[in-house]
Structure formats: C-alpha cells, structure tokens
C-alpha cells in the first residue's frame, strides 16, 4: 500500500527523502543534498539530528531492477571483502512509499573526480592499486552466463558475447544522437570500424566479473584513501579494461591528468594489445559522451549544450583514434 497522497509512477522529491529519512530514522532531518552526479535515480545525502548521516536512495518504479540489483550484488560482493555500504533499508518494489527506496550507510568523503585536483601521484597510485584489488575480488565470482551488464545471474540482457555488448553500447549511443541531432552520427561509424576490425581480441574474452562503474564517480575517496565503492546495482561480465576506459573518458572531458591510468594498468601489468584496446574502449565512451549532450535523462530540462565542450569532446575522439592508428 503506498502512504496518503503518493501514486505509483511519481517522480521521488527530496520532500520524500525528507519523509522517508524520518520515517526509518525517528530523528528530524536538519541538512540534506542531492547528488549531482546521476543520470537515472535520486540520492540524497541526509543528515539527522541525532548525529547519523544516511544515503537516501530513490527511483522511479520502472528502475526498480536496478535497486534489486544493488541488494543482489551487496549480498556477494560485500562477504568478499569489496567495501560496500552497509544496506540499511531495502524496500525495491516500491510498495511501502509508491516508488523503490533504498538507505545506506554514509560512507566518508567525496567522489574520486571530487578530490582528484587535490591528490597527490603517490595518492592516486595507492588509490588506483586499492581499486585494482577490488575488482580483483569481484573477479572471484563465478563466470557469468553470458556477457555484458546484470542485475543477477539470471539477467536475460546477457548476451552470447562480448562484441555485441560493445555493438549495443554504440548502438544505443546512434539512437540518441538521432535523436537530438547536435552531433553528425558518423563518429558512432568510426569507432564501429575500429571495433569491428578487433573481433579476433573480443572472441578471446571470457565472461570475468567486474564492477563497471568504479571510476571518477562511486569511488569514493577520504584524505587521499579509499573510503569505499557505491552505487553497484549491475555488474558487467566480460574485459574489465572497460573500466579504466571510462575512468579515462571522465578525467580527459574534465581536463585532469591521467596519471592514475597509468597507475591502473601498471598494476595489471597490461601488455602493448591490452592498452591499444583500453584506448578504443576509451573512444566508444567519448561517443557516449557525445549522444549525451541535449538529453534530459531525469533532469527537469536538458543542460544547454556547450560548444566548447562540443569541441573538447570532438578533440578528445579524434586524439584517441589517432592514437589507435599510431
């Protein structure tokens, strides 16, 4: 039953997080804050008057498998050592308040790409070897059943291999730049070519377990340590160098030094063909960024296009191709 006044299918507000923080935690709210980073839920970052700081996590009912997901994969992920918040509260139906809500615990400091600026190279060595041991702990896990991103085992998104789950990436990428129309399409053709051209290298790809989305975001950094890794309601299964490509992507569109890439892949030890591949990685995320710009995604209203961050993203795209043919 959803409480008096709320309807399935409503947007949360952070009238409701206010609601529902009170609710679970019996204190009055005194300080609370969106995140800006997001593009699909509404996180809060909430203070109570009793001291407690809380994450106040809230979507849309159709996003309901991601909520699920996040309580599926904390109950493996956290037992194997990978530092994850506590789950507070878990209500991923949405019955109690008309929409699902998840409450965690606050995990202390910022977002890497928050702290970046600040960091020191040794600091973001130690940090980029901390996330290297956590996606070796992920990598523990069983084989998935297939490749790509899951909110369980039992994912039927998971495709047969790892190709097609970058084609769907670029695919996805084509449908929203079609949609806006702010950027010529045929940069979704040329990174195409180079994957395509890469199909012996993806065939070898085994369905490994790991955390997609530790990178600029979800990695969240105290006086120049790990704290801890947030936001995991999917795993990926497949080439885990997918995740320092976006973690490049990210720190190359807000203009900061890639020292901690190399750091990453000088932990894994990569080889010349495993660094070429991280870089067309890194390009299908530049793509990415660019069918971005003019979509709403759960913002009131679309972000005004900037046309230097047009030009940068475009600079970006054609550094990394060339980099690909060098």
Same mark, same amino acid.
């Given at each position: 039953?959803?409480?008096?006044? *709320?309807?399935?299918?409503?947007?949360?507000?952070?009238?409701?997080?206010? @609601?529902?923080?009170?609710?679970?935690?019996?204190?009055?709210?005194?300080?609370?804050?969106?995140?800006?980073? $997001?593009?699909? +839920?509404?996180?809060?970052?909430?203070?109570?008057? &009793?001291?407690?700081?809380?994450?106040?996590?809230?979507?849309?009912?159709?996003?309901?498998?991601?909520?699920?997901?996040?309580?599926?994969?904390?109950?493996?992920?956290?037992?194997?050592?990978?530092?994850?918040?506590?789950?507070?509260?878990? &209500?991923?139906?949405?019955?109690? +308040?008309?929409?699902?809500?998840?409450?965690?615990?606050?995990?202390?400091?910022?977002?890497?790409?928050?702290?970046?600026?600040?960091?020191?190279?040794?600091?973001? =060595? +130690?940090?980029?070897?901390?996330?290297?041991?956590?996606?070796?702990?992920?990598?523990?896990?069983?084989?998935?059943?297939?490749?790509?991103?899951?909110?369980?085992?039992?994912?039927?998104?998971?495709?047969?291999?790892?190709? %097609?789950?970058?084609?769907? +990436?670029?695919? /996805?990428? @084509?449908?929203?730049?079609?949609?806006?129309?702010? !950027?010529?399409? !045929?940069?979704?053709?040329?990174?195409?070519?180079?994957?395509?051209?890469? =199909?012996?290298?993806?065939? /070898?790809?085994?369905?490994?377990?790991?955390? &997609? &989305?530790?990178?600029?975001?979800?990695?969240?950094?105290?006086? $120049?340590?790990?704290?801890?890794?947030?936001?995991? %309601?999917?795993?990926?299964?497949? %080439?885990?160098? /997918?995740?320092?490509?976006?973690?490049? *992507?990210?720190?190359?569109?807000?203009?900061?030094?890639?020292?901690?890439?190399?750091?990453?892949?000088?932990?894994?030890?990569?080889?010349?063909?495993?660094?070429?591949? *991280?870089?067309?990685?890194?390009?299908?995320?530049?793509?990415?960024?660019?069918?971005?710009?003019?979509? @709403?995604?759960?913002?009131?209203?679309?972000?005004?296009?900037?046309?230097? /961050?047009?030009?940068?993203? *475009?600079?970006?795209?054609?550094?990394?191709?060339?980099?690909?043919?060098?």
């Amino acid at each position: 039953m959803t409480d008096a006044g *709320m309807s399935l299918g409503q947007v949360p507000t952070e009238h409701d997080a206010v @609601r529902i923080a009170s609710e679970f935690t019996g204190s009055t709210v005194v300080s609370i804050r969106r995140f800006s980073t $997001g593009l699909a +839920h509404y996180v809060y970052d909430v203070l109570v008057d &009793d001291g407690r700081a809380v994450v106040v996590r809230l979507t849309r009912p159709e996003w309901k498998d991601a909520f699920a997901g996040a309580v599926y994969w904390s109950d493996r992920l956290r037992p194997l050592g990978v530092p994850l918040p506590e789950m507070i509260f878990a &209500d991923t139906t949405g019955e109690a +308040h008309g929409f699902p809500v998840l409450i965690l615990e606050r995990l202390p400091g910022v977002d890497l790409g928050d702290a970046y600026p600040a960091l020191t190279a040794e600091q973001k =060595r +130690h940090i980029a070897e901390q996330v290297v041991g956590v996606q070796r702990l992920a990598a523990t896990l069983p084989p998935g059943n297939g490749f790509g991103y899951a909110h369980s085992y039992d994912d039927p998104a998971l495709k047969p291999n790892w190709k %097609d789950v970058l084609d769907a +990436h670029l695919e /996805r990428s @084509r449908r929203q730049i079609r949609a806006v129309e702010i !950027v010529d399409e !045929v940069v979704v053709e040329r990174v195409q070519h180079e994957v395509d051209a890469r =199909r012996a290298y993806f065939e /070898r790809v085994e369905p490994v377990c790991f955390l &997609d &989305d530790t990178t600029t975001k979800n990695v969240i950094v105290a006086d $120049g340590r790990l704290s801890g890794i947030v936001d995991v %309601d999917v795993v990926c299964f497949g %080439d885990a160098l /997918r995740t320092p490509a976006l973690t490049q *992507m990210a720190l190359l569109n807000l203009g900061y030094d890639d020292s901690y890439i190399d750091a990453w892949l000088h932990t894994l030890s990569a080889t010349r063909e495993q660094r070429a591949i *991280m870089t067309l990685y890194t390009a299908t995320f530049c793509v990415d960024f660019l069918a971005e710009l003019g979509q @709403r995604f759960n913002q009131d209203e679309a972000r005004p296009v900037e046309p230097e /961050r047009l030009r940068r993203l *475009m600079a970006i795209l054609d550094y990394l191709l060339q980099t690909l043919g060098s």
